[in-house]
């Protein structure tokens, strides 16, 4: 009982000493870590090339995990000590931490029920220490989930000045890594050993960097909205043109990366930002309108042959094939099943496998019945259907249900919330979209939670306040 008591006074003596706003600077430190991880793991694979004859993608890979597994557990300290710490300073208790989330965020419950849940289906899987820790190149085990819970809650953490300093970290490295996309397209040597096997540095999949652009390009165009309004200040001047001509250079490098899914969350993205835009501010300028103006433009530069993708077709083409598609699965016309590259197949294959066992799933990040035969032949390529696969059907409504309300409780008080909040809305939006088609990828779902993060912070941000 001492110890205990020793343990605990040890913990809120951390926390005091410490303080609230060093734990704000560790959060925003890490966070930038996770925002550079990118560029440190295009540097392994750079010296790798150059040292070791053999190239192996696949200890690329893990060099890769083991950067970004360094950050989140250090975020998982920082985070648990900073929760812990600060209840038992207060001399509260969990009951009390619980009825502050009921009160102020009441859609986390979901996912801290979904937390919960997953126990009991990793303690149910075939391969309980795999369904923990994970077996697949996803990396999506039950840890990992720990992970980005405690990711999203050291984003949360950030103050105003912090998130503004995260998210232009976060514009550079995107702008470097579609310079490395670019390197590809037209062979610049440098450049061109910063890539994986197949993809983009740490992204080693055009899909998975097509996602991580699906977030990333809304955030651009946001910025630059949210800056050309403060027309008095020269330096806000100079960032509106950096963000736009982001957007511009990212936008080519995925219209080169050709991944659908992603193209739709980044369309989608821009049409809820302008609907978010237009309900707040009323009336909408022609620059409102410039990243579509920009996204059609290089849509239509690929569609007449200037841009080609490395996969060896357009966007254009791609979505005359994506239109044909959908056409076909409407009509279940023969050979339906291969639309989306195959993907109406692999859905198929999915709902099958979770009515076989609905409630528990088979474990995250397991694909595998009890006699250890794979139920799918590789992962759905839609992230919903995976959480059910993984968790059962009552995984997937706490999953849905958290955002769901989420987003229903931001909207409701959208002329509330300082537009920055809604920029990084249609971050997760545009994720989201390109999930509907995706799977979710360690290294790419973090950056979700970052968003989600910094969403739940409502702080006035008076600086970048449009409505003063």
């Given at each position: 009982?001492?110890?205990?008591l ?14 609230e ?5 560790y959060?925003?430190g ?6 550079i ?10 010296v ?15 060099a ?15 985070f648990?000590?900073?929760v ?19 009160q ?8 801290l ?67 490395v996309?670019l390197?590809?397209e ?10 994986g096997?197949?993809g ?11 996602y991580?652009?699906a977030?990333s ?6 910025m630059f ?28 490098a ?15 993205a ?82 099958e496998?979770?009515?076989n ?17 794979p ?5 759905p ?21 958290g955002?769901?309300?989420l ?61 003063e």
């Open positions: 009982m001492l110890n205990k020793k343990e605990v006074s040890a913990l809120a003596y951390i926390y005091e000493k410490i303080g706003e060093k734990f704000q600077e959060a925003e890490l966070i930038i870590l996770l925002c991880t990118p560029v440190l793991s295009g540097f392994v694979n750079y790798m090339l150059l040292d070791v004859p053999s190239y192996d993608p696949y200890l690329y890979n893990d890769c995990l083991l950067i970004s597994e360094i950050g989140f557990v250090l975020m998982l300290s920082v648990m000590i900073y812990v710490g600060k209840t038992l300073y207060n001399r509260g208790n969990i009951v009390e931490v619980i009825n502050r989330i009921k102020r965020e009441p859609w986390l419950l979901f996912w029920c979904l937390l919960l849940w997953g126990i009991i289906t990793s303690v149910s899987a075939v391969d309980i220490r795999g369904a923990f820790v994970g077996v697949t190149e996803l990396s999506s085990g039950y840890v990992s989930h720990v992970f980005m819970i405690c990711l999203m809650g050291c984003a949360y953490l950030v103050n105003c000045e912090g998130r503004m300093r995260i998210v232009k970290v976060h514009v550079i490295v995107a702008d470097f890594l579609a310079m996309m390197s590809l037209y062979n610049i040597p440098f450049f061109y050993n910063f890539t096997y197949c983009c540095s740490v992204f080693t999949n055009s899909n998975h960097y097509g991580y652009l977030m390009l809304p955030l651009m165009a946001g909205y949210v800056n050309i309004e403060e027309t008095q200040d020269s330096k806000k001047g100079i960032w509106s043109i950096i963000y736009i001509l982001s957007f511009a250079i990212n936008m080519w995925m219209v080169i990366n050709d991944c659908m899914g992603g193209f739709l969350g980044v369309f989608f821009l049409v809820f930002m302008l609907i978010f835009w237009k309900i707040r501010r009323r009336k909408l300028g022609f620059y409102h309108f410039l990243p579509m103006i920009i996204l059609i433009i290089f849509v239509y530069l690929s569609y007449i042959g200037v841009i080609k993708s490395l996969l060896g077709t357009t966007t254009g083409t791609s979505l005359a094939v994506l239109l044909q598609d959908i056409f076909n699965v409407a009509g279940r016309k023969v050979g339906y099943e291969k639309a989306g590259s195959n993907r109406i197949l692999l859905w198929k294959q999915a709902i496998a979770i009515s066992r609905p409630i528990l799933g088979y474990g995250p990040d397991m694909m595998y019945d009890r006699w250890g035969q139920v799918v032949s590789m992962t390529h839609n992230e919903f259907l995976e959480c059910a696969l993984f968790m059962g059907i009552p995984g997937l409504v706490m999953y849905l249900g955002l769901i309300y987003f229903v409780n931001r909207v409701r008080k959208l002329k509330e919330l300082p537009f920055i909040t809604l920029v990084f809305a249609c971050s997760v939006i545009g994720y989201q979209i390109s999930a509907f088609f995706g799977v979710r990828k360690f290294h790419t779902v973090a950056y979700l939670f970052m968003f989600i993060g910094f969403l739940l912070n409502k702080e006035q941000d008076k600086e970048n306040s449009l409505d």
